[in-house]
T-cell receptor, first 113, second 111 residues
Framework: DAGVIQSPRHEVTEMGQEVTLRCKPI?????LFWYRQTMMRGLELLIY????????DSGMPEDRFSAKMPNASFSTLKIQPSEPRDSAVYFC???????????FGPGTRLLVL | QKEVEQNSGPLSVPEGAIASLNCTYS??????FFWYRQYSGKSPELIMS????GDKEDGRFTAQLNKASQYVSLLIRDSQPSDSATYLC???????????FGAGTRLFVKA
């Protein structure tokens, strides 16, 4: 089992640019989560998908953030336009059923200059 | 009050000692509780889950749950330097589909 796959692993961009983060959940899992982790705020849930449908996006900080899950094996998190305060590690996680054990991907380290 | 609270530490214990990590939560309806370990620069990984009051043991790890006190703890016996990491308490809420993570406790095990 390859685990949760995220790309890119590192991203450095300039303020105002569009950033797209990608995630492939574990095959067979029907729940997918996007988290953001910073020293100041810890691990924050941004959005949760169940069976490819967004269930809870209350954690998405503002309209600059959007997420999609076009099929069971792929999800994207997009930031447009990016700002320096978006610099963080973004994790994707998947689980069999929403509140059960979540398996985290390696994360994407985003730095917005 | 935060939904899931942990002492941020750092907690420092000598090798071979027992490390005790604590977590309190606010949602009385929560039914499942998880401990994740996160090494520096890595992603969180599940080490223990507990659903019923009492103790649950897995090797050197013991999770303790007291729903009346809304308290869950993790004990690490015979602590090793390799246990040095941040430990995250995670509690799914009953009102929706969200798992709330605590801020984490940094543990240092000194050789």
């Amino acid at each position: 089992d390859a685990g949760v796959i995220q790309s890119p692993r590192h991203e450095v961009t300039e303020m105002g640019q569009e950033v797209t983060l990608r995630c492939k959940p574990i095959s067979g899992h029907n729940s997918l989560f996007w988290y953001r982790q910073t020293m100041m705020r810890g691990l924050e849930l941004l959005i949760y998908f169940n069976n490819n449908v967004p269930i809870d996006d209350s954690g998405m900080p503002e309209d600059r953030f959007s997420a999609k899950m076009p099929n069971a094996s792929f999800s994207t998190l997009k930031i447009q336009p990016s700002e320096p305060r978006d610099s963080a590690v973004y994790f994707c996680a998947s689980s069999w059923q929403g509140l059960e054990t979540q398996y985290f991907g390696p994360g994407t380290r985003l730095l917005v200059l | 009050q935060k939904e899931v609270e942990q002492n941020s530490g750092p907690l420092s214990v000598p090798e071979g000692a027992i490390a005790s990590l604590n977590c309190t939560y606010s949602d009385r309806g929560s039914q499942s509780f998880f401990w994740y370990r996160q090494y520096s620069g890595k992603s969180p990984e599940l080490i223990m889950s507990i659903y019923s009051n009492g103790d649950k043991e897995d090797g050197r790890f013991t999770a303790q749950l007291n729903k009346a006190s809304q308290y869950v703890s993790l004990l690490i016996r015979d602590s090793q330097p390799s246990d040095s990491a941040t430990y995250l308490c995670a509690v799914p809420n009953t009102g929706g589909f969200k798992t709330i993570f605590g801020a984490g406790t940094r543990l240092f095990v000194k050789a």
